[in-house]
């Protein structure tokens, strides 16, 4: 029995498919396709620029404000990786749930220099006691992260020695700590001002200590600068009776992009009682936060591509009208519909990167005039509690400049369709009398 009219309209089409796509890619690399959409695209240059200044300066404004998203974002990674966390963290295991005295690390567990240090990864390390506690002046009192340290050390591997703004840093004197302006604000201190720390020892019992302020600091953290207070590390184990255990090691690489490696290897080294975290463990809201933005880019650059991709297939559209007669003299003459689509596509994807290219120069030219940095001193109390510096620099990846121009070819192609649909629909007798 012969099949219905239209099943076999139906395979036969779909037996065109094949050679329709084979004589569409040869157009596609037959160099005069691309030397006539060339010049169609030129036809109308007014037209060409008003389209390609529309992509140049959206896709540029788009570069220029991801740049200072991620220099937001970047900032205060890089604040906290210089302030607090370091680039790599030791701890006993189970520390990170619980914090405190109670997961310490004693003399015996293997934390040794020669096992650290002796990474050439490794630039510096510094040790510390960590513990929660109440400082206390004649007028006010606050709860308090206690962070101890050994001063030497500790200026290697974090600012909080080139933060000091009035008095000094932690020295040789005993019984000195280190406040930040907020919580001396709150406590109603100033330098040489004494102040009680009272903390719960390793026994459980309450005890505490006299102290006055050596100095106080202010960083881009209002956490660090509310709440901790600096001391030094054999003062912070003898008042909580831990002897010569720590909390944590902090160490600060020379390669940031290796930074699992190198705690594997440290893992490996040290065993698993304790546990070796990098920042991007630590601190998982601010990886996450580069994962939002990410995700961000790719939704404002198809934004941009989707509404530019009405615009270019309203060119296309009003070129083919322009060209119907001509496009239905070489239809007439034999010209294969699939080199009529190429030509068409070709078009799109010319008038598209060159849109992208000017884009490209329009946004890093912006990033250039911004890299002195943005100065948000006036909101510099809000970019505190985000751990923000007031001053913004721009920072463009590789990756922002592949995703518009990866996203640009999908934007040609696809504003290329409906013109093509519409050209390979064109009757050559009818086109011939198009006046």
């Known amino acids: 029995m012969a099949a219905p009219g239209f099943l076999r309209s139906f395979l036969g089409f779909l037996r065109s498919i094949p050679r329709f796509l084979r004589s569409f890619m040869q157009a596609l690399l037959r160099p005069v396709t691309w030397s006539m959409a060339w010049r169609n695209v030129g036809r109308n240059p007014r037209r ?5 200044s529309a992509i140049a300066i959206g896709l540029g404004a788009t570069i220029v404000a991801m740049a200072v998203n991620y220099g937001m974002i ?8 210089r302030t607090e966390v370091g680039h790599v963290q030791v701890h006993g295991r189970g520390y990170d749930a619980k914090p405190g005295i109670e997961f310490r690390i004693e003399p015996d567990q293997g934390v040794t220099p020669e096992l650290v240090a002796d990474l050439p990864e490794v630039v510096a390390w510094a040790p510390r006691v960590r513990d ?12 308090v992260r206690l962070v101890a340290i050994d ?7 974090s600012v909080i020695d080139e933060s000091v703004t009035q008095g000094g840093f932690l020295g040789d004197e005993p019984r000195r700590v280190l406040i930040g302006e907020r919580l001396a604000d709150r406590l109603q201190v100033g330098v040489d001002d004494k102040v009680v720390l009272s903390v719960q020892d390793v026994s459980g019992d309450l005890t505490g200590e006299a102290y006055r302020v050596a100095g106080l600091f202010r960083t881009p953290s209002r956490e660090l600068d509310e709440g901790a207070v600096f001391l030094p590390i054999g003062e912070a184990q003898r008042l909580l009776g831990i002897g010569e255990a720590i909390s944590e090691v902090v160490i600060v690489s020379n390669d940031d992009r290796q930074l699992e490696a190198l705690a594997a290897r440290l893992q490996e080294r040290l065993g698993a009682e304790l546990e070796v975290q990098t920042w991007e463990e630590l601190r998982p ?18 934004a941009i ?15 083919l009208y322009e060209r119907i007669r001509e496009i239905g003299i070489v239809l007439s003459l034999g010209m294969p519909p699939a080199r009529l689509v190429a030509s068409l596509m070709v078009e799109s994807l010319i008038l598209t990167l060159v849109g992208v290219a000017f884009g490209l120069v329009v946004g890093l030219l912006g ?3 911004l890299s002195d940095g943005i100065d948000l001193s006036a909101w510099a109390d809000g970019l505190d509690a985000y751990g923000m510096s007031p001053v913004i620099v721009p920072v463009v990846r590789s990756s922002d400049l592949a995703q518009p121009l990866a996203i640009a070819v999908f934007t040609a ?23």
């Open 74 to 81: 970047f900032e205060m990674v890089a604040s906290a990786i």
């Open 48 to 52: 060409t620029l008003i389209v390609g």
């Open 367 to 369: 990033v250039w005039a």
């Open 305 to 319: 591509f989707i509404a530019m991709a009405f615009g270019i297939a309203n060119v296309l559209l009003m070129s």
């Open 285 to 302: 809201m601010l990886v996450s936060m580069i994962k939002i933005f990410d995700e961000m880019g790719w939704i404002m650059y198809a």
């Open 413 to 435: 192609i696809f504003a290329s369709l409906w013109p093509a649909v519409r050209a390979v629909r064109i009757r050559p007798a009818e086109a011939v009398r198009h006046v």
């Open 151 to 157: 001063p030497l050390r500790e200026a290697e591997v």
């Open 132 to 143: 929660e506690g109440l400082v206390s002046s004649p007028r006010a009192s606050a709860g």
